[in-house]
């Protein structure tokens, strides 16, 4: 008798229990063949980037696509809107971010911004939506949560974590907690390596738990995982891979019973030590439902090796079968449950202006004393923008700023956008005594900043300046100059308020760069 080389049936029904419970990306603007064989084959979920959109009608033309091989199949996208957006990474944030909605501390805003998001989303056929950040940013140096957090106490992050829920869910699309335990307070990247959180249980419980259960209290369906040590509930294993925080804190204490997805499981912090594979495996074991992949490993190869890393830890027993049955289970309910909403008509898909208002209220401003008539802007400025390097969370090609919207508003504004990579090959990072006449200022600061605004205003915005000494450096060194000169802090402000005119956004969004730009014009 030949044996055959077909997979077995059992084989085939772990590997449909394993497409069920993977959230893979793909590239392209259209729906790949192999996303269609795998849907066909049990693939429930697919998460969207900015590399699958163009405009909303082509998402919309997309999720059709691919709801026409399921009706119930899970659409996830990351829009957070601020910072992190994916309908918007072409054009820029039309939404302020978490930040300046925690800022302003109104709820009923906060309420309406995230529905004014589900109704976009829901009309581009999206059914899950990464947000919000729940995290209580109280480390200011956080590499990776920054403006994404409503804020640094835990009671506004709570009370805002929980508007945002009911108003996203409120337009019919599903919302998602992350990243728990708490993000907030940690000083490494994950997209890189494995942040630790110090605190102890007690502290972690007071403080970076409270938004989680405000969210669970609104109704939240999902929480995401974050790729973070927290000893004081388990010192071996990240919290994306731990049963004590996944099963016994987030399920047992808190009462958790929705769905458990994991955060890009491709990130180094958990990678780095146990592999792609092996964090994939690690995940379900420790209680994760779904596993989103396909940031940075998107396709149909990495889809088959992490179905193929699923099902061969079910027959060697490390991945118990109940364990995978029960996560395929509760992301087959959850696809239901978001399948009848995304097909429920929207009752309300009214343009709204709701994120410049928003924006227009997160505006902090401080003025020097006697520097009263520096604003309104007299004539077109010139503007230098410092610009960090982004995290992995944020598209690095997602307009931001204050010179586009200046220029629009003042024509003839000049501009120019630097980078440390800019200065540090200009030589302008060399150790120098900081000077407040011109001849102390760099080469590249006096030719790009200081010559064309020497009979213009000058604008300075910096992003997140606390983290990046060398911005600070080089806005100390211009002010030192340009004492006259109008400082715009976009992202986390760091405390200081420096230059005649100071303003705050709370946010990089293209809308708080107009909010600013505004302002500065003499148009609010």
Not at 158 to 165: L, M
Not at 365 to 387: D, I, K, N, Y
Not at 485 to 514: D, F, I, K
Request: net charge negative; aromatic share 4%.
């Amino acid at each position: 008798m030949q044996s055959s080389s077909r997979p077995s049936s059992r084989h085939q029904q772990l590997t449909r229990l394993a497409g069920t419970v993977l959230q893979p990306g793909f590239v392209g603007t259209t729906v790949p063949d192999w996303v269609r064989r795998a849907i066909a084959d049990g693939l429930t979920s697919v998460v969207l980037f900015g590399r699958n959109i163009v405009d909303p009608e082509q998402v919309a033309r997309l999720t059709a696509q691919l709801r026409a091989e399921n009706r119930d199949l899970i659409i996830a996208i990351d829009e957070e809107a601020g910072d992190v957006t994916r309908l918007e990474a072409w054009t820029g944030a039309s939404r302020p971010g978490n930040l300046a909605l925690g800022a302003v501390d109104d709820t009923d805003l906060t309420e309406s911004v995230a529905r004014d998001i589900g109704r976009e989303l829901h009309a581009a056929g999206i059914s899950l939506n990464y947000a919000p950040s729940a995290d209580v940013n109280s480390n200011p140096l956080n590499p990776v949560i920054g403006a994404r957090s409503f804020g640094a106490r835990t009671d506004v992050v709570s009370r805002h974590t929980a508007a945002w829920v009911r108003g996203l869910q409120s337009a019919g699309v599903a919302a998602c907690a992350k990243h728990f335990p708490g993000h907030g307070d940690t000083a490494v990247d994950s997209h890189h390596g494995l942040p630790q959180v110090s605190a102890s249980a007690e502290e972690i419980a007071a403080t970076a738990l409270p938004p989680f259960v405000a969210a669970m209290e609104a109704g939240v369906r999902v929480v995401m995982t974050a790729h973070l040590l927290a000893p004081a509930y388990d010192p071996e294993l990240p919290a994306t891979l731990s049963p004590r925080i996944l099963v016994d804190l987030l399920r047992g204490e808190l009462g958790f019973d929705g769905l458990v997805v994991t955060d890009g499981i491709e990130m180094s912090a958990v990678t780095a030590r146990y592999g792609i594979d092996g964090a994939t495996v690690r995940a379900v074991t420790g209680g994760a439902d779904a596993v989103c992949v396909g940031g940075e490993h998107a396709g149909e190869a990495t889809f088959h090796q992490l179905t193929e890393a699923l099902v061969g830890a079910v027959l060697d027993g490390t991945l118990p079968e109940a364990r995978i049955c029960e996560a395929a289970a509760r992301v087959a309910e959850f696809a239901a449950w978001s399948g009848s909403r995304t097909r429920a008509v929207a009752t309300d898909d009214a343009a709204s202006d709701i994120g410049l208002v928003a924006a227009r209220r997160a505006l902090r401003v401080r003025t020097e004393q006697g520097r009263e008539s520096v604003l309104p802007l007299v004539g077109a400025p010139h503007v230098v923008e410092l610009s960090p390097t982004m995290n992995l969370a944020v598209d690095g090609q997602t307009p931001w700023g204050v010179a586009a919207p200046l220029s629009d508003l003042l024509p003839g504004t000049t501009s120019v956008r630097l980078t440390e990579a800019d200065l540090a090959e200009s030589g302008d990072l060399a150790d120098r005594p900081d000077r407040p006449d011109r001849s102390g200022l760099p080469d590249l600061l006096e030719r790009k900043v200081l010559d064309p605004a020497a009979e213009r205003s000058l604008v300075v915005v910096v992003r997140d300046a606390a983290r990046h000494d060398w911005m600070s450096a080089a806005m100390t060194r211009l002010l030192g100059s340009r004492p006259d000169a109008v400082v715009v802090e976009m992202g986390v402000p760091n405390g200081a308020a420096p230059g005649a005119v100071h303003l705050v956004t709370h946010g990089a969004t293209r809308v708080s760069g107009l909010a600013a730009a505004e302002f500065l014009a003499g148009r609010r």
